[in-house]
């Protein structure tokens, strides 16, 4: 039995996934609430029969299903029988939402990243036990950085989402061209910074990149905020944040576009 997690905000994409499994494998050996959920039927009766018959968890993570105390029921008793052997949970990934830490160090399906092709065509894989997939290209990481736009600059946040970030060297990617753009740092009053140009990305991509040091930790609640000005009739062209993790150790970090909790 496969059984799918997810939040009824997100169906309109979930379904697309969970008829063509229907497809596949049969409308009996899916749990998708539409179908496996009737009029008149006891919802717990139903959900514990599906979750009880379960080989198969999908999880559907999203912003939508991580807010969702039935989805956390689900997903959680899914973990517990996922450690005892007798099920296996995939994450599936929709949006550009943080993945709990309990599932950071899963393989993960990235529907977001990958589209929904790659996608389904990996749930039919592990579905086949032909467990072929990669891990998305965003892992776990503590560190995510929300760029937005205030009037003609760019802001953008580096915050610590769960835990103390001891070193706060930060490179913010840019196609602009030195003299294009003017970094401030608005966070505090002291900063390392520089303009380096012609880094070169493990893509094989040549961008620009503005250094932004900080002699502080990143700790959450207590970002590291920089202001990107245009200079002229410029636009703010931002490719991605880097991170020094330790010295000379350079990582990206999520980019997400909005105001943190917007």
Not at 129 to 150: C, H, I, K, V
Not at 168 to 176: G, K, M, P, R, W
Request: net charge negative.
């Amino acid at each position: 039995m496969i059984f799918i997690s997810h939040n009824y905000k997100d169906k309109a994409l979930v379904e697309q996934i969970a008829l063509r499994l229907k497809d596949i494998f049969g409308q009996e050996n899916v749990f998708y609430d539409s179908w496996s959920i009737q009029p008149g039927d006891g919802i717990i009766d139903k959900m514990n029969e599906g979750l009880g018959a379960c080989k198969l968890f999908l999880f559907f993570v999203s912003k939508n299903s991580l807010l969702s105390n039935m989805v956390k029921l689900e997903w959680q008793n899914a973990v517990l029988q996922a450690a005892k052997g007798t099920s296996k949970l995939i994450p599936v990934k929709l949006d550009d939402c943080f993945m709990p830490p309990i599932l950071a160090q899963n393989l993960y399906i990235d529907l977001y990243g990958h589209g929904l092709e790659v996608a389904l065509r990996q749930i039919v894989d592990v579905s086949e036990g032909r467990n072929t997939f990669q891990a998305g290209p965003q892992e776990f990481s503590n560190l995510r950085a929300y760029a937005y736009e205030d009037g003609a600059s760019t802001f953008i946040e580096c915050h610590a989402e769960h835990y103390l970030e001891p070193i706060s060297n930060f490179v913010f990617l840019v196609e602009n061209k030195a003299g294009e753009l003017n970094f401030v740092y608005k966070s505090g009053n002291t900063c390392n910074a520089g303009f380096n140009e012609g880094v070169k990305l493990d893509n094989g991509m040549v961008v620009n990149g503005q250094l932004i040091g900080v002699d502080r930790g990143t700790v959450p609640g207590f970002p590291v905020v920089v202001q990107v000005i245009p200079v002229g009739s410029a636009k703010v062209r931002l490719i991605g944040v880097l991170h020094e993790k330790k010295a000379g150790n350079w990582s990206g970090i999520p980019v997400v576009a909005g105001r943190k909790g917007a």
